[in-house]
């Protein structure tokens, strides 16, 4: 492991997600050589809508590149209050040396009620969601 970098946020977002919205949880990392890998490990708290006929997905984006599909129906089924937990790990080659930016968004899939990350950002729920980044030696 060559090197660590860490994005946190404490922000809930609540939105349509109607087109891909930012949900503020970033971090950057510059590899030291085009061929190292990154790997990428990512928590988040509570993720839901506010009815059960919505539905949305959390991807992972190298840039402005979706690269991994986090959870894909977010909502589903559930009532307002009942909600998901993501988290998940990734390994990603960019071949790349310079600055990238990984970052999550959400993207409402069905239904029209508003969607959100980090629900109730406050304690006793998980109050951080987490995006670590380390990079790989080839």
């Known amino acids: 492991i060559l090197q660590v970098k860490q994005g946190t946020t404490s922000t809930q977002v609540e939105a349509s997600f109607s087109s891909e919205t930012s949900l503020g949880l970033a971090v950057s990392i510059t590899p030291s050589s085009s061929s190292n890998k990154v790997l990428i490990f990512l928590e988040a708290g509570g993720c839901g809508t506010r009815d059960t006929s919505t539905n949305w997905k959390l991807t992972l984006n190298r840039d402005t590149t979706d690269i991994h599909n986090v959870a894909s129906y977010i909502g589903t ?17 960019p071949n790349s ?8 968004t959400g993207l ?21 969601a987490t995006i670590t980044v380390m990079e790989i030696s080839a």
Do not use: K, M, W
Not at 77 to 93: C, H, R
Not at 97 to 104: K, P
Not at 108 to 126: D, K
């Open 97 to 104: 040396t310079s600055s990238i930016s990984y970052n999550l």
């Open 77 to 93: 089924d559930d009532a307002s209050g009942q909600e998901t937990y993501p988290s998940g790990v990734f390994l990603d080659s």
């Open 108 to 128: 409402r899939r069905n239904g029209s009620a508003n969607c959100y990350f980090l629900h109730n950002a406050s304690s006793p729920h998980i109050t951080t």
